[in-house]
């Protein structure tokens, strides 16, 4: 490049490489280094350099890149103004994303479904919905990835069925994102048939169809039928199918079966265990009065220091099992971890309290009342 300030294009080929492999530093800093050189941007550079900017969340670089095209001239540029919107949205001013949304003399349709994702990815779903509404007045129809993320973030089922019903108009419903999305608001409400229903009759399933569909039966024998047709249709499990899994297996008290499957996941699929895989493991023993060997296992097998999740798993299978002295030991453990968390003690408290330890009882209340901690209800 003997002639740099020449063109701009050679440098948005390098700012959008950096920027695609995730290296947004080195992204930004050509950004600066083609001011300081006095090259003119371009409507292709503001859009890569707000992409680094939205993916290490600075703001600040992202206001000033704002500003930088203002007085170029391109912050009437729908290509700038969507990137602008999508570096606001993620950066965590979701109010500054809509200013800017509003402000668009014209938009099209990554500009709505740009708008919609960063509405939903905020937990915003009454305003997701309601602009959701306004894109289909408009006449733009949300793609597939803005509607699996609205039925994603749902938690009403009327609102599910809603959108549902526009899909269907869309003629979208067997998109497999979309669909894959519908098993899971189907399976959260407890409408297992219907989420049974559009996983048969889908054209195509990938590794999150079967995930959601698992999941969908995760306290019931069935999820251990879909595994096995998993299997038979030469569909690789993640870590995601062997959490539903072994969260199956703890359930059903399948003990062995779950040994066998944390084993396989490691031998025969190359998964390292997370975690919720050991989290898993420790309920799967827990739920079976089998605490020493939950205990062991997280002492004697983990890879890694054991979190809440798995400790407060081994503290509820101790006051289940009467377990004091493992329980202790649990306790101090998440006591460290999550010295405010109330749950903890009132378990331990529990533990105590069913061993007739009456003394222990009264110091753990002494101990939540010194950290400022409510214990009244325990």
């Known amino acids: ?183 899971v608001v189907y399976s959260n409400h407890g409408m297992l048939d219907k989420a049974r229903w559009i996983f048969d009759n889908m054209a195509e399933r990938d590794v999150v169809s079967w995930n959601a569909i698992i999941s969908a039966h995760s306290k019931l024998p069935h999820a251990l039928s879909y595994y096995e047709q998993m299997e038979k249709a030469d569909v690789l499990p993640d870590c995601i199918t062997f959490v539903s899994m072994l969260s199956t297996l703890a359930h059903l008290g399948l003990v062995k079966d779950g040994e066998r499957l944390f084993s396989r996941m490691r031998e025969n699929y190359g998964i390292e265990p997370s975690m919720e895989h050991y989290a898993c493991m420790v309920n799967l023993y827990g739920r079976t009065g089998m605490v020493d060997e939950a205990y062991a296992l997280i002492v004697e097998m983990m890879e890694f220091e054991a979190g809440p999740t798995v400790w407060g798993a081994l503290l509820h299978a101790c006051y289940v099992h009467g377990n004091v002295e493992i329980g202790e030991v649990a306790a101090e453990k998440l006591f460290e971890l999550e010295a405010d968390n109330e749950h903890n003690y009132a378990l331990l408290i529990k533990i105590y309290e069913k061993a007739g330890r009456l003394d222990d009882v009264e110091k753990m209340r002494m101990m939540l009342v010194e950290r400022g901690l409510e214990w009244e209800s325990y």
């Open 1 to 183: 490049m003997s002639k740099r300030d020449a063109s701009a294009f050679a440098w948005n080929s390098l700012i959008s490489g950096y920027a695609e492999l995730g290296q947004y530093e080195d992204a930004l800093a050509l950004y600066f280094q083609m001011e300081e050189d006095g090259v003119e941007p371009d409507r292709y550079t503001f859009p890569r350099v707000l992409k680094a900017c939205a993916g290490i969340g600075c703001i600040r670089i992202g206001e000033a890149v704002h500003r930088h095209a203002v007085r170029t001239g391109f912050v009437y540029d729908c290509f700038v103004l969507n990137s602008l919107v999508d570096m606001y949205a993620k950066c965590g001013d979701i109010v500054q994303a809509r200013k800017v949304f509003d402000k668009m003399p014209s938009r099209d349709l990554v500009s709505w479904n740009t708008m919609l994702t960063g509405y939903i990815h905020h937990g915003l779903l009454v305003e997701a919905v309601d602009l959701f509404r306004r894109m289909l007045q408009d006449g733009f129809g949300p793609d597939s990835v803005a509607i699996s993320a609205i039925l994603s973030g749902n938690s009403s089922l009327k609102l599910g069925l809603q959108v549902h019903g526009w899909v269907v108009r869309l003629g979208l419903e067997w998109n497999l994102s979309i669909a894959n999305s519908l098993i």
